[in-house]
């Protein structure tokens, strides 16, 4: 069974830092773009960064922008989010995701939209709690 796994999530203080795994099994990641979402309690999912396997060109949204840094490990088959110097709201349930994706992609509007047409993959989550 394909699918996306989330790992590296946790409690920590204010101004510490977390890395985050999301590995892929049953496919590669060959030509996808790969996402990091979050969703904090009340609020709406929101993409923060995104990486292109196909030419590895990165995005992270204002918020984080700075702070974190998402990188691939292709012979891993994993992607990470290193989140530095953490905020209380930066708390949140932070997912992972995948869509085939050939070319240059346009991070903006595709973390905007959580995908072209639609992730074909979605890791189940992982929650990030930073302590004020």
């Known amino acids: 069974e394909a699918q996306l796994v989330e790992s590296g999530g946790g409690l920590v203080q204010a101004g510490g830092s977390l890395r985050l795994s999301c590995e892929a099994s049953?496919?590669?990641?060959?030509?996808?773009?790969i996402g990091w979402f979050r969703q904090a309690p009340g609020k709406e999912r929101e993409g923060v960064s995104g990486?292109?396997?196909?030419?590895?060109?990165?995005y992270q949204t204002g918020s984080v922008k700075g702070r974190f840094t998402i990188s691939i490990d292709n012979a891993k088959n994993t992607v990470y989010l290193q989140m530095n110097e953490l905020k209380p709201e930066d708390t949140a349930v932070y997912y992972c995701?995948?869509?085939?994706?050939?070319?240059?992609?346009?991070?903006?509007?595709?973390?905007?939209?959580?995908?072209?047409?639609?992730?074909?993959?979605w890791g189940k989550g992982i929650l990030v709690n930073v302590s004020s």
């Open positions: 990486i292109s396997s196909s030419d590895g060109s990165t």
């Open positions: 049953g496919f590669t990641f060959d030509d996808y773009a």
């Open positions: 995701a995948a869509e085939k994706a050939f070319g240059r992609v346009h991070f903006t509007s595709w973390l905007l939209s959580q995908g072209y047409y639609g992730m074909d993959y």
